[in-house]
């Protein structure tokens, strides 16, 4: 298995001149840094590969271990383009990949690890609170069945860690490309379970602390979570 961090764009909504996954934290380390930090708990740093774009030396330079994979179009596409670029690198493995800006506590892989070692597609979700601003999912036979920003009456709020199992990898690969350049990688996942019946399940994350840093408030409430 793989994991791939997605860390191309530029986050100008948190009005960083940097990279928004080197933000510091209260931690005293940044948020890819505690990512990282994380993910080696449980997988090897030689599995873990990272999309670069905007200012993408700082990145490489910060963390010279792991792989990376560059998205020259960082400016004008979205996630959908840069998952892409790195899942074709990963054709027959299954991949785990987060979102770059995912403040996370490293505990809540003893919930998703079985549904990995199951080879069960997945997304994390947290259900205790649905913003209007965040993807959202409702369920159908207890799969995933809508999952983005516009969904209605969602269930619960994905957060931005994802598991594509290595036998449903070619078809979300697929579906990727036929996604529209400013589209998230959410949209890829919804065409291949419209189109492909592709079993996606929503893994219920909400016991452990995880949130996606998209404004300068959702920083703050990353750090009180790092406090407590």
Known sequence: MKIVILAAGMGSRLGNPFPKPLTPLVNDKSI???????????????????????????IMERFPEVSYIYNPFFDSTNTSKSLLKALNKFKDKSVLWLNGDVVFDAKLFEVLNPYMKQKQSFVAVNTSKVADEEVKYTLKDGFIDELSKSVENGLGEAV?????????????????????????????????????????????????????????????????????
């Not at 080696?40 to 993408?56: E, N």
């Not at 998230?184 to 419209?194: M, N, T």
């Not at 016991?207 to 979570?225: G, P, R, S």
């Open 32 to 58: 890819m840094q505690t990512q990282m930090e994380n993910l080696t708990q449980y997988f090897a740093i030689d599995d873990v590969y990272t999309v670069v774009g905007f200012k993408k030396d700082l």
């Open 160 to 228: 931005g860690i994802n598991y594509i199992a290595s036998k449903d990898i070619k078809q979300f690969i697929k579906r990727l490309e036929e996604c529209d350049d400013n589209d998230y990688f959410e949209r890829g996942l919804e065409i291949a379970i419209r189109k492909d019946n592709l079993k996606v399940a929503a893994v219920d994350i909400s016991a452990y602390n995880c949130m996606e840093v998209d404004f300068k408030e959702d920083l703050e409430n990353a750090n009180k979570l790092l406090r407590q």
